[in-house]
């Protein structure tokens, strides 16, 4: 079965510094995976995507995220924080079905950044 | 343009009434997805149109959950006899047809059951 896995449940970096959010996955076939953002009540605002091709992929607002198969592994990075990054993440994988994205989130890592 | 709306943002309801969630989809998507989010959780599929057909319903909790699409644009999603368990966050998202489509995400209902 499809499933995703994000291990911290809260992030804490400083401004200015570099952060990562983990996820792994676990997938039969070739991964569809993806970033969301969800700011408080607020929906979900796509960040990226990694469908084929390039294992490095970039996205909104400054993110990337580097596709790993080999650790199964999609991790979201940010060279430089801001305050206003603060918010939720949830890394989600596309689950095999019929030609559509029907979509399996990890439970989310709230990233706070402080000033 | 006008991303996906949801209708109404909040809801209060007590133990067994019904309640309608409404989702405006961005114009021209052909899917349409519904996801049901509980606090401190990431959201989980409820159910999957393309157009007016409903093509799957797997993640519906119970029979008390329904959703319809008749015009291939606006959806209704009816939960009958609510029950406490039902409060969550109701999510609607839109997208192309096909896989590998980023789906567009609401604001989403907070539905809050008494």
């Known amino acids: 079965a499809q499933s995703v896995a994000q291990p911290e449940d809260q992030v804490n970096v400083a401004e200015g510094n570099p952060l990562t959010v983990k996820c792994t996955y676990s997938?039969?076939?070739?991964?569809?995976l993806f970033w969301y953002v969800q700011y408080p009540n607020r929906g979900l605002q796509f960040l990226l995507k990694?469908?084929?091709?390039?294992?490095l992929v970039k996205g909104s607002y400054g993110f990337e995220a580097e596709f790993n198969k080999s650790q199964t592994s999609f991790h979201l990075k940010k060279p430089s924080a801001l305050v206003s990054d603060s918010a939720l993440y949830f890394c989600?994988?596309?689950?095999?079905?019929?030609?559509?994205?029907?979509?399996?989130f990890g439970a989310g890592t709230r990233l706070a950044v402080h000033p | 343009g006008a991303g996906v709306s949801q209708s109404p943002r909040y809801k209060v309801a007590k133990r067994g009434q019904d309640v309608a969630l409404r989702c405006d989809p961005i114009?021209?998507?052909?899917?349409l997805f519904w996801y049901q989010q509980a606090l401190g959780q990431g959201p989980e599929f409820l159910t999957y149109f393309q157009n007016e057909a409903q093509l799957d319903k797997s993640g519906l909790p119970s029979d008390r959950f329904f959703a319809e699409r008749p015009e291939g644009s606006v959806s209704t999603l009816k939960i009958q006899r609510t029950q406490q368990e039902d409060s969550a966050v109701y999510l609607c998202?839109?997208?192309?047809?096909?896989?590998?489509?980023?789906?567009?995400f609401g604001p989403g209902t907070r539905l809050l059951v008494l």
């Open positions: 998202a839109s997208s192309r047809r096909g896989a590998g489509q980023t789906q567009y």
């Open positions: 997938v039969s076939g070739n991964p569809y």
């Open positions: 989600a994988v596309r689950a095999l079905a019929g030609g559509y994205n029907k979509l399996i």
């Open positions: 990694y469908i084929t091709g390039d294992n």
């Open positions: 114009s021209g998507h052909v899917s």
